[in-house]
């Protein structure tokens, strides 16, 4: 379990998971017309991706730079999905 960790692979999982989510909210919304919009929901999972590849470069020491680009990407993405609630 500790390489799963250690390679940042365990971050590999959610993020195709968070995929699946994304696909799955988008069809069941198409098919029942019930559920969060698409365009409610993507600024939000942006934000959790964002922390995501944060966690991943952290987990794998990379370029301290990189963290701190993912963690503003993250900071956009959540302060848009503010914003667009707020509208």
């Not at 365990?10 to 994304?22: P, R, S, W, Y």
Request: aromatic content about 14%; charged content about 15%.
């Amino acid at each position: 379990m500790a390489p799963l960790f250690m390679s940042g692979r365990i971050v590999d999982l959610i993020l195709g998971f968070t995929v699946l989510e994304l696909l799955f909210l988008y069809a069941y919304r198409r098919r029942t017309g019930h559920g969060a919009a698409p365009g409610d929901i993507f600024l939000n999972l942006l934000s959790g991706i964002c922390l995501m590849l944060a966690l991943r470069c952290a987990l794998t020491g990379a370029w301290w730079g990189w963290i701190g680009l993912c963690l503003f990407g993250s900071l956009l993405a959540h302060l848009g999905d503010l914003w667009r609630r707020w509208q």
